[in-house]
T-cell receptor, first 117, second 116 residues
Framework: GAGVSQSPSNKVTEKGKDVELRCDPI?????LYWYRQSLGQGLEFLIY????????KSGLPSDRFSAERTGGSVSTLTIQRTQQEDSAVYLC???????????????FGPGTRLTVL | AQKITQTQPGMFVQEKEAVTLDCTYD???????LFWYKQPSSGEMIFLIY??????QNATEGRYSLNFQKARKSANLVISASQLGDSAMYFC?????????????FGKGTKLSVKP
C-alpha cells in the first residue's frame, strides 16, 4: 500500500512569508507525528496527533508554528512569518494508535525541504 | 531526562565485515521501546529493527540484530556482512510507553561508510 506522502518536496520562501506543509499518512494509522531535521542533526520532535487531537504542543519551537489535522487523515504544518532558522527538512510520520504499548514503529514520509532566504 | 546517546559520529567498515553501532539510553520509565532507523543520502527514514524493554530475547531482522543490555541501558545495532548499500546515517530512537508522549526521542546519529 501507499506510504506516507508529503508535499511539497521542496519549498523555497522569503523571510517573513507564511508556508504550509502537508502530510498524508498511511491509511489506517491514527497517530501522526511531525519532526524537524536541521542539516547534519538528529530529529527534533514538534507535535503529534492522535486522531484530530494534539495533546502536547510543547515541542513547537514558537507560536509561529501551528498544525492541524482533519478527518483523522491529512495534516498541515503552518509556519508564519518564516525566519532563516526555520530552514530544515520537515518530516512527517504515522503509526497505529498512539495507545499501542508495544512496537508501534513510525513510518516516515520523504520530507519537505524548506529553505528560507 | 530522557535521552539517547550515540557516541560514534562516523564509522568505517570493510564490505562483508560486521559492524556494531553504539547506542545508550537514559530513562526511568520501565516500559519503553528502542528503534533503529537508517537514513540514506536520499533522506528517507527507514525502520530497521525494534526492541521492547520487556522482551527477553534480542531482536533480529535479517542482517540486523540488536544487542540489548538492559542493565547497561545499551541497545547496539549489529549489521552483519556489510554491503555497499548500508552506507547511510543510522539513528537510534526511544519511545516511552508509560506517559502521554508518543514521540520518538532520537540520538544524533552515526554515519556509516562501507568500503569496497
Amino acid at each position: 500500500g501507499a506510504g506516507v506522502s508529503q508535499s511539497p518536496s521542496n519549498k523555497v520562501t522569503e523571510k517573513g512569508k507564511d508556508v504550509e506543509l502537508r502530510c498524508d499518512p498511511i491509511s489506517g494509522h491514527t497517530a501522526l507525528y511531525w519532526y524537524r531535521q536541521s542539516l547534519g542533526q538528529g530529529l527534533e520532535f514538534l507535535i503529534y496527533f492522535q486522531g484530530n487531537s494534539a495533546p502536547d504542543k510543547s515541542g513547537l519551537p514558537s507560536d509561529r508554528f501551528s498544525a492541524e489535522r482533519t478527518g483523522g487523515s491529512v495534516s498541515t504544518l503552518t509556519i508564519q512569518r518564516t525566519q532563516q532558522e526555520d530552514s530544515a527538512v520537515y518530516l512527517c510520520a504515522s503509526s497505529f494508535s498512539f495507545a499501542r504499548t508495544s512496537g508501534n514503529e513510525q513510518f516516515f514520509g520523504p520530507g519537505t525541504r524548506l529553505t528560507v532566504l | 531526562a530522557q535521552k539517547i546517546t550515540q557516541t560514534q559520529p562516523g564509522m568505517f567498515v570493510q564490505e562483508k565485515e560486521a559492524v556494531t553501532l553504539d547506542c545508550t539510553y537514559d530513562t526511568s520509565d520501565p516500559s519503553y521501546g528502542l528503534f533503529w532507523y537508517k537514513q540514506p543520502s536520499s533522506g528517507e527514514m527507514i525502520f530497521l529493527i525494534y526492541q521492547g524493554s520487556y522482551d527477553q530475547q534480542n531482536a533480529t531482522e535479517g542482517r540486523y540484530s540488536l544487542n540489548f543490555q538492559k542493565a547497561r541501558k545499551s541497545a547496539n545495532l549489529v549489521i552483519s556482512a556489510s554491503q555497499l548499500g548500508d552506507s547511510a546515517m543510522y539513528f537510534c530512537a526511544m519511545r516511552l510507553y508509560g506517559g502521554s508522549q508518543g514521540n520518538l526521542i532520537f540520538g544524533k546519529g552515526t554515519k556509516l561508510s562501507v568500503k569496497p
